[in-house]
């Protein structure tokens, strides 16, 4: 694991610098990783979800893939910038759905591959997303928290990898961003 993260990281780097052969290996790397993160998102659906992972893994290869100016500092860096694209990913399918008028209890949005979200799910995701942005307003870093740990999947010393801060810190945020976030979904 330690060498793989470490060829994770220089492949990072070299793709950066305009290698396209280090894409080319980087992809087959992270791939199960980001599918590991995709399902993670599907997980927390509710029952019955349909939400295809393999449409998200490959929505958020592509942007990401689009993103090759972006100045990697390593491997946690690379899966929480994943973690934030598949979370827009989404927040964006989650407010397309709110906005249509007809269809029932279930409405087909395509992303890649049909995907079905219920309303009530896209209407707590939105939600969610909101109150996110409300607490990046007042606490930037407890928001990063929020998303390295829920939606990227990553635990406490990763993301004291990429804030650059200690693991009691990332601890201490994160019991703060859930109660925040806890009580601003309920005045919601």
Known sequence: MASSQHEVTELLRRWRTGDKEALDKLTPL?????????????????????????????????RLVEQSDVDWEGRAHFFAVSAQVMRHILVDYARQHAAVKRGGEFQKVALDEEVIVSRERATELVALDEAMHALHEIHPRRSRVVELRYFGGLNNKEASEVLKVSETTIERDWRFAKAWLYRELQTR
């Open 30 to 62: 992270v791939f199960d990783e980001l599918h590991r993160l995709a399902h993670q998102y599907i997980n927390r659906e509710r029952r019955g979800h349909t939400l295809q992972t393999t449409a998200l893994v490959n929505e958020a290869y592509v």
